[in-house]
Nanobody
Framework: QVQLAESGGGLVQPGGSLRLSCAAS????????ITWFRQVPGKEREAVSC????????YYRDSAKGRFTVSGDRAKNTIYLQMNSLKPEDTAVYYC???????????????????????WGQGTQVTVSS
């Protein structure tokens, strides 16, 4: 059974850091890419970053460049999102997602599109506030 489980969210002050984890089970991250999305109530899910381990490719949306770093640990079959210099506008529920067809072999050109992906984690809340 394919499962994704996020963790690491919490409350942090502006300028602080958090590291989110996305633990995968039932499949190997060597064969499927992962995208981090985030969602604020009332708004559409927004892609943050996509990573594939094989081949090793990483993509960021512009608002994440320079502040967020995505990485992977093959041994733990886990993807991480290190978030630094957090801003109140980063407050959202963060999800990791993949798809057995669309994400097979790497990040697709449509990696920023959350529609039609067949595997999502439950999400982890990130709140940036003083």
């Amino acid at each position: 059974q394919v499962q994704l489980a996020e963790s690491g969210g919490g409350l942090v002050q502006p300028g602080g850091s958090l590291r989110l984890s996305c633990a995968a089970s039932g499949f190997s991250l060597d064969y499927f890419a992962i995208t981090w999305f985030r969602q604020v109530p009332g708004k559409e899910r927004e892609a943050v970053s996509c990573i594939s381990l094989n081949p090793h490719r990483i993509y960021y949306r512009d608002s994440a460049k320079g502040r967020f770093t995505v990485s992977g640990d093959r041994a733990k079959n886990t993807i991480y999102l290190q978030m630094n210099s957090l801003k109140p506008e980063d407050t959202a529920v963060y999800y990791c997602a993949t798809d057995r067809v669309l994400y097979s072999g790497g990040c697709p050109d449509r990696w920023t599109d959350p529609s039609d992906l067949d595997n999502w984690g439950q999400g982890t809340q990130v709140t940036v506030s003083s």
